[in-house]
């Protein structure tokens, strides 16, 4: 049976988020399946969605909650477009999808793709309703399975753990050498790198902490990132004093923002992710891709993503003495990553078996 997928964003936002929707988009593109892309007009998604020769249908802003005159708007609009699948990544969107599968019932097949972790409980009559309004709710782990199941009243049933994507087919690995000549980087030492914006929830300060413990020449930092946009600079200046109190301009190297990531996964001998908990970190899964093992916090998925540390080390949430520990670790005891293990647990993020499985899930009756 035809049917055609609608992946609505309606964010200003250029994030993890809606990356992840457009490349989804994309991929079923790709697979012959009828899409398009419903975003605001002159979002950077319908910018990209259009650069990409994607359909890109505009949409107007709607309000998070309650927004009806927008949810017959939007049931208007797929009618017309005959649509038949609505899918969805951000809670700002999951209102009115409910509304709009309350409008068209059997007519329309909704899905959300889990992209942040639940905080509170949600069971109550408002949250119940309106996930109600779901077909299907994709987690892309276990823990956030657990989460919904605990957390909501949605039917476990229609809960499906399905990762975010990755093409393993643009993983390009260097040799270490050129890729560190590439970036700047010195030789002959151990590269600890820390990919993302320098922002607090990056956690570029634990990192630095850390790196007071180590007392090994080297070890050297790898920073890889630029401010967040429109959000001053008041902490990558507080960073840049930290490096020039201690006199570490020639053990930490600033790199900036890096649209090719190739060269800096593989220059680097290590990866930390230093975020408080992140709910599914892409750039872990890249590192991985790249054999490079990874150092992330004991919180969020980045355990589960790590096999629970068999591809990489576990610290202590915000704790840099633990954080410290694991980076000597690393640097004492080379991680030989097991690459029939590692190419078995990266199969089930690979873009090909996502796709299949979004396929078949679309194509089920509720």
Request: hydrophobic residues 40%.
């Given at each position: 049976m035809a049917f055609k997928i609608a992946y609505l964003c309606s964010s200003d936002s250029w994030g993890g988020l809606e990356m992840n929707q457009l490349r989804n988009a994309i991929w079923m593109n790709e697979k012959e399946k009828s899409v398009c892309i419903l975003a605001l007009n002159n979002s950077p998604i319908y910018k990209a969605s259009i650069q990409n020769k994607l359909e890109t249908i505009p949409v107007l802003k709607h309000r998070k909650y309650f927004d009806f005159i927008a949810a017959y708007r939007l049931a208007s609009l797929i009618k017309k477009e005959k649509i038949s699948h609505l899918i969805i990544r951000s809670t700002?969107?999951?209102?009115i999808t409910a509304s709009v599968k309350c409008i068209l019932g059997k007519k329309i097949n909704t899905a959300y793709f889990m992209e942040m972790q639940l905080g509170v409980?949600?069971?109550?009559?408002?949250?119940?309703?309106?996930?109600k309004g779901i077909d299907r709710w994709f987690c892309p782990l276990n823990f956030l399975?657990?989460?919904?199941?605990?957390?909501?009243?949605?039917?476990?049933?229609?809960?499906?753990?399905?990762?975010?994507?990755?093409?393993?087919s643009k993983i390009n690995k260097l040799d270490a050498n050129i890729a560190r000549e590439n970036l700047g980087?010195?030789?002959?030492?151990?590269?600890?790198g820390l990919p993302g914006r320098i922002d607090p929830q990056k956690g570029q300060k634990l990192l630095l902490n850390a790196f007071e413990e180590i007392d090994q020449?080297?070890?050297?930092?790898?920073?890889?990132?630029?401010?967040?946009?429109?959000e001053g600079n008041s902490y990558e200046n507080e960073i840049f004093s930290l490096i020039k109190k201690k006199n570490w301009s020639k053990k930490i190297h600033l790199i900036g923002h890096q649209s090719d990531m190739s060269n800096f996964y593989s220059a680097i001998n290590c990866?930390?992710?230093a975020s408080k908990s992140e709910t599914f970190g892409m750039v872990t899964l890249e590192s991985l891709a790249y054999e490079v093992p990874v150092i992330g916090s004991n919180a969020g998925g980045?355990?589960?993503?790590?096999?629970?540390?068999?591809?990489?080390?576990?610290?202590?949430?915000?704790?840099?003495?633990?954080?410290a520990k694991n980076i000597l670790n690393a640097y004492r005891n080379k991680k030989n990553l097991s690459k029939s293990k590692l190419n078995?647990?990266?199969?089930?993020?690979?873009?090909?078996?996502?796709?299949?499985?979004?396929?078949?899930?679309?194509?089920?009756k509720n």
């Open positions: 700002r969107d999951m209102s409980m949600k069971k109550n009559i408002l949250h119940s309703i309106r996930f399975a657990e989460q919904v199941s605990n957390k909501t009243n949605y039917k476990t049933s229609k809960i499906r753990v399905l990762g975010s994507g990755i093409d393993l980087l010195p030789m002959d030492v151990f590269l600890i020449n080297n070890v050297h930092l790898v920073l890889m990132g630029n401010s967040t946009i429109n990866m930390v992710m980045t355990p589960e993503l790590l096999g629970n540390g068999e591809f990489g080390y576990l610290f202590e949430s915000q704790n840099a003495k633990s954080l078995a647990h990266l199969a089930k993020f690979d873009h090909h078996f996502i796709c299949e499985k979004i396929e078949n899930e679309l194509s089920l």
